[in-house]
Every structure is written in structure tokens, then in C-alpha cells.
């Protein structure tokens, strides 16, 4: 596959490795958080800590946007789900997300008509489909997703539909890195900056991080060759004592970022003062929901939601992970209570939360498979 | 969720300037394309897909830098452990 | 949103295992206090360790009600068959849970399989659900180390469907058992209303008698053992999922549902050193490996670029974020083979049409026990586990 598997190159990342290695002092550990789902899904998909010497430790952030989601919005969804006439549309990460009363998969189970999608536009062609149901799209994602369900809402907006709606859980990313910043537990070195929303939001928006907080940034791409050579322009940055923010993925993201996705958003949506974020509580101007302008579209107005705060099992753990503080094996319930089979957090039911990235990938001792690999 | 995927723009669809066919190893779907209505792609030109959307063109002489720098690095690398072999064989 | 607060509940059923844990998780704590400071690498082993403990306990089925995963082939899938069905009829017979029952009956050794077929769309590019009826259970029985011989077939029909289309259907099955050589000497025929049983469902059993001097098992697996693939992997799945035309994805992707008998015969005519062949079905090769790894309490190590995926098939995947590792065929094997005979066996499968990209992929290891793991395209190690969930519904 072009521009995929050039970026896989297992020589060229002893190479990088090597120089990563040389990068280190002496007697110094290292700390590089990567705020995006997807780079933690790679990190531990391709193996990339086999890579990295045993002074940079990576660790995992917020940025897994269904991780987020509190307990009491995916009731709230299964709610919507369950009224007359609702078709429930949403992405396949969404389906096995616990809430109270269980998850989507078993809502499904139990009779409600909830459809997994590949993208909000199938959303809108069910509800093309269906002109007597009410379609509903649960709308999550950060930034990167954002534009798409806005673009979908203007379709359906210049089509007159009647009956397609949104339940919009967008949130965005540099207040979650703003939260982990400010937060006492961690002490980090440097930022792998998400790829895919820096296409959308660009490069300026975390120019704040190297001015005020003093790291560095280096923006990602998804391969693993981009992820370790990310790690590699940070390194040299920490060397030479420089705090920038730079561009790895610059085939893929531009700095000014994209308007017409930008536009988009802002037509139909507006910021929420405040919104809930699982295991960081409150953060305001940190989610969207749809402007008034748009409110045919808004589920939460056209439907009663229940809007119930829900507190998370005592024994999950999720805050501390998707803060990064906790390692997911040092999780009180990780693989025992908690598995991708049984989730009590989100951290462990999303493909792109660390729990179940190191669950379904990384759950090894590597001392002992680096001898099986070379036998 | 994250999930961007490149393909190669085919062609765009007759009535609809916003939609165009991509090819993904030999997979073709059809995208929207209205994300990038400033600057619209050619056939022939790559794409960055996400959730049935491109978001971003892929831009090709980027790709070729970043692959040069990795290269560069690579014979580096392969230099300093030629040279090592060589010194160990004294 | 409202500020009310409901009381914490953790979701009721799952309410006193994670109590139980939880104690689990302090006693081990408190033990680990009076010790003297363990650094990091030992404390993640001994997490890694009660993990292990937890996966091997006796299965339980958690849930109130089936859903889709029950049927996906992965760890739901296996959890209902232990806990409900092993559990309600076990013998000996029926514990090795291999593709067939191998039974003594007056002297020879027959093989029994039986399996049902749900597939949407029953038309799908490379077949229907006729060729998946007959080629499925044939191979159930080929890789038992049986020779297929005789099917029975009991349709359920749903009130409404075409008489053509089941014409379509049966047509393709008597095709299918000539290719094969069995026939259908038994069957049932049931309609159901409309709404239910989708246009068709097809319940196939087969018997075989298994002549070779083998006794295949995926326990028998050692480590020095090579594993081996027939064929590149998930074309079924894949094919099936975009013949369902909700995802607007166009593709040269065919089924490749075949019947393997022929093949098998070869392989097993030419070495005697295959330990286990499975037939790559619901829950993909990755599902096979972990059963080898369980049932013969060894690792089965892969290396990613030897596993052969149609390029179609991975772009689809890459498209759909799904792992052709996970994903289902309908005329693969994997086949575990003593490593001495390894270039042997692959000979004879790429001297068959079925067999021609058939490749080593791996091999089994001692260490760590119970475990795939899986060497990526990029040098790096991960693990290989068990499907949780249903990416690709009715698959077969």
C-alpha cells in the first residue's frame, strides 16, 4: 500500500533507533506522551517499544475520544436509542461502551434498533431510506471527526431532511492537553502531537505547550516509522534545549491546518461552556453541541435525554490511565475483572485506549519474547 | 477512530462535484470530497480518508522528503555498521 | 445536563467478580508489601501473571441474554460452547471440541461434524450459500484426517422465498458434492413465517471415515513445529461484507469457498508428520492459532510478511479498520507440522490448485505458554488474541 508501507520499514527503524539511543543522557529518563488513540493503537500494534531504549518510557493520553465519554451520555444515547421510531446510528467503537445499564451491544441484544456506521454520511442515508423513523447519529470524535458530522448536517440541511438528527459528543483536544498539563501527577518531557486532528486544526494551536509550559511538540503521523521518528526530533530538541513546535506529518498536515473543514464546524456547531470528560471531570470549552441556527438537527433538544450524572464503578481506574499516571497493567482490575471481553472502563473497550491496546497487544513479558523472537 | 486511510483519487462522480471515486489497493469507495472544495484534487492525486471524508491531500513531495530523510538515515546507519565490521575484522 | 447524581452502580450482574478481584488484587498487594521493593519489570509480571490465571479459569457465560458476539467465533463464542454446551453434554467424545467427533464404530473410525449456515447475502460473489453448506462441513471432516462421504441437509425456509433462489441454491449444493465426492443421502425441510429465517438457513451434518494412520489434535502441537497457511486469508469475510452493500466499497474480491478434501488427501499422502489441520473459518486464522496455543499449552509465534493477503483484501481492511488475521475464509487451513517435515508438507499443498500460495508462517515455541504472538512487518512483537466482539456479522 503506498504512503503506508514505505512508512514500515523495519531497517530503517533499527537506524532511527539507534539514534533515538544516542540522544539519551546518561543516567536521565524520558517521558513523551501521545495524546492520540491512534498512535497508541500503533505504538502497541507494530510493537514500537521494542524500538526505544529503556530511559524513554511512553505514555499514553487522553485522546481517545470514546475513552472519554462519561458513563451517563452513552444511558443518555441508549435512551434515544430505545424511543419510538429511533434508528440509532453510530462508528463500531461506540458498541461495546458500558454504561450503566450495559452498552449498546446489548441494548441491540435486547430488541432497540441501534446500526453500526462507517461514516456519518451512511447515518444519512438510512434516514433516506427510512422517511417514517427518526435517525439518530451519535456523533463523537475529536476534531478530526468533527468536520465530517458538520458536513453531514449541511447535507441534510440542503436536502430538507426531516429526520435525521445528532448526539453530539465532539470534544476537543487542547483543553485535555491543557488538563494533563496542568495536572500535578505528571512530570513529561515532550508531546507527540496528534496527527489527523492537526490536519484539521493545524500546527499553531499547541504553540502554547513549548511557550508556556516549556515542551516540546512534535506533530505525528501514524506509521510507525512517523511515530519513531517524532521521537527522534524530540529527542533532538530535548538535546539542544530547544522547545518548538514541529512537523513530522507534513506530507498529511498542513500548519494553518484545513479552513474549509474549520468553516464547517463553526457554522453548525458552537462550543458547550463546559462538558464532562471521563476521569477528568469538568473542563468548560471543551465540546461541542449544535448552534441554534442547526437545532432540528440536535437530538438533545428533540428528544428528552435523561442527562443523569453517572459516577464510575469505584473499582475503575480509567482517570488515572487516560492521564497518563497509570500504567494499564497497573490498573487494580486490568485482565482480571476488566478485559476487552468484559470492560468496566472505556480504556479498555475502545481499539484505541491503552488498556486494550496493551491488552490485545502488549500483554508480554519482553525480556522473555525477545528470546523467543530470536530463536 | 483516528483512523486515516490514503487512496488515489479515480474520478469524480458526474452530478456530484462534492463526491469522487478513491482507490485503496485496489478497493475503490466513493468519498466526499468537500473538505477540500478550496483546492479540490485531481485524478491521480492522493488522499488522506477518514469516516467516508478526505480531509487533507497528500502531498507528494512531502511524502518523497520524509522518505529521503529516513534513507539517509538508514545509510547512515548502514555506514557506521559497515564500519564497525570493518574495524573488528583488524 | 441535570446535576443529579444516580447512586454508583456497577452493572448488576457484574457485581461480585469484581469484588472478587478486587480482593484478589489486595491480598496480592499486601503480600507484595511485606516484601522487599520489586522493581517495575517484576511487579508488570506478576499483573501478567494473575492475568494468566484469570483467562485459565473455568469459563462462566456473564451475560443474561445471546448477542452477536456469541456467534462471531472468538472468545464469546468459545465461553458459550465451554460453559453451556460442553458443560451440559460432556463426554469424551465431545471434549476435544476439534472440527469432528471421532468415534469408533465397529472397527472403523468415523467422523462426524455438523454445522449450520446463516450467511447474508446467501448470493455473494465466488458462491452462496449451497457451495458454503457443502464445502464447510466436507472440510470439517477432511481436516479431522477423515474422508468425507455422506451429507444430510435440512433447510429451513421462510415463507415467501423464491422458489427460484432455492433452486439457485440446491443446484450449486449437488455441484458443490460432486466436486467433493460425497452425496446428500438424508434431509429435512421446514417453513417458517415470514420475518423469520431470512430467505434460508441451511443445517448440514456429515460422516467420513478416517482410513489414514493419523490421529490429528491441535494438543499435539511441539514446539519446533512449523505452521502453515493454505492460502491467503479473509477473502470470504471481506467478499461477504461488501456483497452486503452497505458500505458502498467495490472490490475484485471473490469467496474463496472450496472444498479441501482433495488437498488434504495429498498432504497427508505425503508426510506423516502433520500434527493438526483446522479449517480457517468464523473468528479467521487468528481464532486457530490461539486454539493451538490453549489446547497444547505452547506460544505459536508468527511473522506478520509471511502471512499471504490478497492486496485487495488488506486495502479493504486498512478501508473497514478491521485485521484479515481475525477475518474468516471458507477454504483455507492451517496446518501444524512437525518443522523435520515442513518443506515437505508445503510442497504438496502448492502442488494442488488450492494449495499453490500456501506458506510457512510460523512456528511453535515454548515459551510463553497459551500465547500467539505475532513478529510485525516492522520487527517489533505483539500478541495475537482471541476476537472479542463481531466485526463481521453472518459471516457464514
Not at chain 2, 43 to 60: C, M, Q, R, Y
Amino acid at each position: 500500500m503506498r504512503f503506508v508501507d514505505e512508512f514500515r520499514d523495519a531497517d530503517k527503524a533499527h537506524a532511527l533507533a539507534a539514534k533515538i539511543a544516542a540522544l539519551c543522557a546518561p543516567g536521565r529518563q524520558y517521558k513523551l506522551m501521545e495524546v492520540c488513540g491512534g498512535h497508541t493503537h500503533t505504538i502497541y500494534k507494530h510493537g514500537l517499544e521494542d524500538y526505544l531504549p529503556e530511559s524513554i518510557t511512553l505514555v499514553h493520553g487522553p485522546g481517545c475520544p470514546v475513552c472519554v465519554i462519561p458513563m451517563g451520555r452513552v444511558d443518555d444515547a441508549i435512551h434515544l436509542a430505545s424511543q419510538p421510531d429511533v434508528i440509532m446510528t453510530s462508528f463500531g467503537d461506540m458498541m461495546r461502551v458500558p454504561g450503566s445499564q450495559g452498552s449498546f451491544f446489548d441494548a441491540k441484544a435486547a430488541g432497540t434498533d441501534i446500526r453500526m456506521v462507517y461514516s456519518p454520511l451512511d447515518s444519512l442515508k438510512i434516514a433516506r431510506q427510512n422517511p417514517d423513523q427518526r435517525v439518530v447519529f451519535m456523533a463523537i470524535g475529536f476534531e478530526t471527526t468533527t468536520p465530517s458530522t458538520a458536513m453531514t448536517v449541511l447535507r441534510a440541511a440542503a436536502e430538507g431532511l426531516g429526520n435525521f438528527s445528532v448526539f453530539c459528543n465532539h470534544v476537543t483536544i487542547i483543553p485535555a492537553i491543557k488538563a494533563i498539563l496542568d495536572s500535578p501527577d505528571l512530570r513529561l518531557d515532550g508531546f507527540i502531537g496528534p496527527g489527523h486532528v492537526s490536519t484539521v486544526i493545524g500546527c499553531r494551536p499547541y504553540e502554547f505547550i513549548a511557550r508556556e509550559y516549556g515542551k516540546p511538540v512534535v506533530v505525528a503521523g501514524f506509521e510507525p516509522l512517523d511515530i519513531l521518528q517524532s521521537i527522534y526530533m524530540l529527542m533532538v530538541q530535548l538535546s539542544e534545549g530547544r522547545t518548538e513546535v514541529e512537523n513530522q506529518y507534513t506530507r498529511v498536515v498542513p500548519w494553518d491546518g484545513n479552513l474549509a473543514a474549520l468553516n464547517a464546524i463553526n457554522q453548525v456547531m458552537e462550543l458547550r461552556p463546559y462538558f464532562e470528560w471521563r476521569g477528568l471531570g469538568f473542563i468548560s470549552h471543551s465540546a461541542m453541541r449544535m448552534r441554534p441556527d442547526y437545532a432540528s438537527f440536535d437530538a438533545e433538544l428533540l428528544f428528552q435525554v435523561p442527562g443523569v450524572r453517572v459516577a464510575d464503578p469505584k473499582a475503575c481506574q480509567c482517570g488515572e490511565v487516560l492521564k497518563g499516571v497509570l500504567k494499564p497493567w497497573e490498573c487494580k482490575v486490568f485482565g482480571t475483572a476488566c478485559t476487552p471481553e468484559t470492560p468496566i472502563g472505556t480504556c479498555m473497550v475502545s481499539p484505541e485506549g491503552a488498556c486494550a491496546a496493551y491488552y490485545n497487544y502488549g500483554r508480554m513479558n519482553r525480556h522473555r519474547v525477545v528470546e523467543v523472537s530470536i530463536s | 477512530m483516528c483512523l486515516g486511510i490514503p487512496g488515489e483519487v479515480i474520478e469524480f462522480l458526474p452530478d456530484q462535484p462534492d463526491l469522487a471515486r478513491v482507490d485503496v489497493s485496489g478497493v475503490k469507495r466513493v468519498i466526499n470530497v468537500g473538505l477540500l472544495a478550496d483546492d479540490p484534487p485531481e485524478p491521480g492525486e492522493w488522499v488522506l480518508i477518514h469516516v467516508g471524508f478526505a480531509l487533507s491531500k497528500i502531498d507528494e513531495s512531502e511524502a518523497a522528503a520524509a522518505l529521503e530523510f529516513l534513507e539517509g538515515i538508514g545509510q547512515a546507519y548502514a555506514d557506521e555498521l559497515a564500519a564497525l565490521q570493518e574495524s573488528r575484522i583488524e | 445536563m441535570t446535576g443529579r447524581t444516580a447512586p454508583d452502580t456497577s452493572p448488576g450482574r457484574r457485581g461480585g467478580w469484581v469484588d472478587e478481584a478486587l480482593r484478589e488484587h489486595e491480598e496480592h498487594t499486601r503480600a507484595a508489601m511485606s516484601r522487599p521493593k520489586t522493581a517495575a519489570p517484576e511487579r508488570e509480571q506478576q499483573v501478567l501473571d494473575r492475568i494468566d490465571k484469570a483467562r485459565r479459569r473455568r469459563p462462566k457465560i456473564r451475560e443474561e441474554r445471546i448477542t452477536m458476539s456469541h456467534g462471531a467465533g472468538g472468545k464469546a463464542t468459545r465461553t458459550l460452547v465451554e460453559a453451556m454446551f460442553l458443560d451440559a453434554f460432556r463426554n469424551p467424545l465431545l471434549e476435544p471440541l476439534e472440527d469432528s467427533a471421532q468415534i469408533h464404530l465397529n472397527g472403523s473410525r468415523v467422523a462426524l461434524t455438523t454445522d449450520s449456515y446463516v450467511v447474508s447475502p446467501l448470493f455473494f460473489p465466488g458462491g452462496d450459500i449451497g457451495d458454503l453448506a457443502v464445502n464447510g462441513t466436507v472440510n470439517d471432516l477432511a481436516v479431522s484426517g477423515a474422508t468425507p462421504l455422506y451429507l444430510s441437509a435440512g433447510f429451513i425456509l421462510e415463507e415467501g422465498f423464491p422458489v427460484a433462489d432455492l433452486n439457485r441454491i440446491v443446484t450449486s449444493m449437488q455441484a458443490a458434492a460432486m466436486a467433493a465426492g460425497v452425496q446428500v443421502v438424508t434431509g429435512d425441510t421446514k417453513v417458517v413465517q415470514r420475518g423469520k429465517a431470512d430467505g434460508c438457513y441451511i443445517n448440514t451434518a456429515g460422516i467420513g471415515v478416517v482410513e489414514h494412520d493419523v490421529s490429528l489434535g491441535v494438543a499435539t502441537a511441539q514446539p519446533g513445529d512449523a505452521v502453515i497457511v493454505s492460502g491467503p486469508i479473509g477473502d470470504h469475510g471481506v467478499t461477504i461484507m461488501l456483497a452486503r452493500g452497505e458500505l458502498d466499497i467495490e472490490a475484485d474480491i471473490v469467496s474463496d469457498t472450496a472444498p479441501m478434501n482433495g488437498m488434504i488427501a495429498d498432504l497427508l499422502g505425503a508426510t506423516t508428520g502433520v500434527r493438526a489441520l483446522r479449517d480457517a473459518t468464523r473468528g479467521g486464522v487468528a481464532t486457530i492459532l490461539n486454539e493451538v496455543a490453549t489446547a497444547a499449552n505452547v506460544s505459536v509465534v508468527v511473522t506478520e510478511d509471511k502471512i499471504p493477503v490478497r492486496t485487495e483484501v488488506r486495502g479493504a481492511s486498512e478501508l473497514l479498520g478491521i485485521d484479515p488475521m481475525y477475518v474468516a475464509c471458507e477454504g483455507r487451513l492451517v496446518a501444524v507440522v512437525d518443522g523435520a517435515e515442513a518443506d515437505k508438507a508445503l510442497a504438496a499443498l502448492r502442488a494442488h490448485p488450492l494449495g499453490e500460495q500456501a506458506a510457512i508462517i510460523g512456528h511453535i515455541a515454548e515459551e510463553p505458554p497459551g500465547i500467539v504472538l505475532l513478529k510485525t512487518a516492522f520487527g517489533g512483537t505483539r500478541i495475537v488474541d482471541l476476537l472479542v466482539g463481531d466485526p463481521l456479522p453472518r459471516i457464514c
